[in-house]
């Protein structure tokens, strides 16, 4: 069913979703599961009934994740090279793939350090 633009109001819920999911060489592998959807969609139905939102007129519109964490955590021997042991010596990654889990927030800004230390470590390699 189509709904006028201007009778909709959009949602999104960020939350920690579960820290399953792994990287391999040829692709990075990490699913929203049903548990951590059916969570989402929850308390995005609860926040738009508390503001008003009639309960027959809340619909799902496009579902997605965003910043997966945990993929591929750095241990304590690889936290100062931010180099996982699973990568090949020459490959690094600067994303929220690296955390310990999912954290739930938007993580820019630990991405954005990380990615700078790492820049630093591969120039010191260059250098």
Same mark, same amino acid.
């Given at each position: ?5 201007s ?6 819920i960020k939350?920690?979703?579960a820290?399953?999911?792994?990287v391999?060489r040829r692709h990075v592998?990490?699913?929203?599961g049903?548990?951590d959807l059916?969570r ?5 139905? +609860?926040? $738009? &009934?508390r503001f008003? =939102?009639r309960?027959?007129g809340v619909? *799902?519109g496009t579902?997605?994740a965003?910043h997966p964490?945990?993929?591929?955590p750095?241990g304590p021997?690889e ?6 042991d699973r990568?090949? +010596?020459? $490959? &690094?990654?600067?994303? =929220? ?5 999912? *954290?739930?927030?938007p993580?820019i800004?630990?991405v954005i ?10 120039k010191?390699?260059?250098?």
């Open positions: 069913m189509a709904h006028p633009a009778d909709i109001a959009a949602i999104m939350l920690a979703d820290s399953v999911g792994c391999t592998e990490k699913t929203l049903a548990e059916a989402g969609v929850a308390l995005a139905k +609860e926040i $738009l &009934y008003g =939102a309960r027959d619909f *799902l579902l997605n965003g964490g945990g993929m591929l750095l021997r936290a100062q090279s931010l180099h996982h990568l090949p +010596e020459n $490959l &690094y990654v600067a994303d =929220a793939t690296l955390l310990p889990r999912s *954290l739930g927030n993580p800004l630990t350090a990380m990615a700078k230390r790492i820049a630093h470590l591969c010191e390699v260059l250098v």
